[in-house]
């Protein structure tokens, strides 16, 4: 209770009130002096719409591309885990916990980017790339790199690749992929 009239008194002397006047009501709810001051309205310190955007702008979180200038798509955007998967994405071995199995996820995140922003398609078929995609971005780095070429190197900068691109097919589709 004390606490309670020493936290209260700066409040009583802002409102011309003497604490002495005020000590029947401090037994009832000690805060009732203060009660006020949660109803009154937050003071706007000049902040203009402009500085509000800025606010905006920094918070958010997902980066964005260096091109914006992509065409808004046709189809309905149908997010990516709602999809049929193809076996071979389903399957045990692409799974693993392998260097293969990992470089082959990445390539196909990358595979899936590009098949939506080269169809247009924001549709489960779009979003659903063909894996001979995946072995033909292996065979190349085969054929460039020779047998053991780095898949943990291979895998991370096709993932790289992979979300550059994510920022313009979600914006070409108007959501999340």
């Keep these: 209770m004390t606490l309670a009239a020493v936290i209260s008194l700066p409040v009583w002397q802002a409102q011309g009130q003497d604490p002495?006047?005020?000590?029947?009501?401090?037994?009832?709810?000690?805060?009732?002096?203060?009660?006020?001051?949660?109803?009154?309205?937050?003071?706007?310190?000049?902040?203009s719409d402009q500085a509000a955007g800025r606010d905006q702008d920094f918070?958010?979180?997902?980066?964005?591309?260096?091109?914006?200038?992509?065409?808004?798509?046709?189809?309905?955007?149908?997010?990516?885990s709602s999809c049929d998967k193809l076996p071979v994405v389903e399957s045990a071995a692409f799974k693993a916990a392998s260097p293969d199995a990992y470089a082959r996820r990445m390539f196909y995140v990358y595979a899936q980017m590009?098949?939506?922003?080269?169809?247009?398609?924001?549709?489960?078929?779009?979003?659903?790339?063909?894996?001979?995609?995946?072995?033909?971005?292996?065979?190349?780095l085969q054929s460039t790199e020779g047998v053991d070429w780095n898949r943990h190197a291979a895998g991370r900068d096709y993932i790289s690749r992979a979300r550059k691109l994510r920022a313009d097919v979600e914006a070409m589709c108007g959501g999340t992929f």
Excluded: M, W
């Design 114 to 140: 590009r098949r939506v922003l080269d169809t247009g398609d924001c549709t489960c078929k779009g979003k659903t790339a063909p894996f001979a995609a995946v072995e033909a971005i292996e065979a190349e």
């Design 20 to 47: 002495a006047q005020q000590q029947g009501s401090t037994t009832e709810n000690p805060f009732a002096a203060l009660d006020h001051l949660a109803d009154e309205a937050t003071p706007n310190f000049g902040a």
């Design 59 to 80: 918070l958010r979180l997902s980066p964005k591309s260096e091109t914006q200038d992509v065409p808004k798509a046709l189809t309905e955007n149908l997010p990516y």
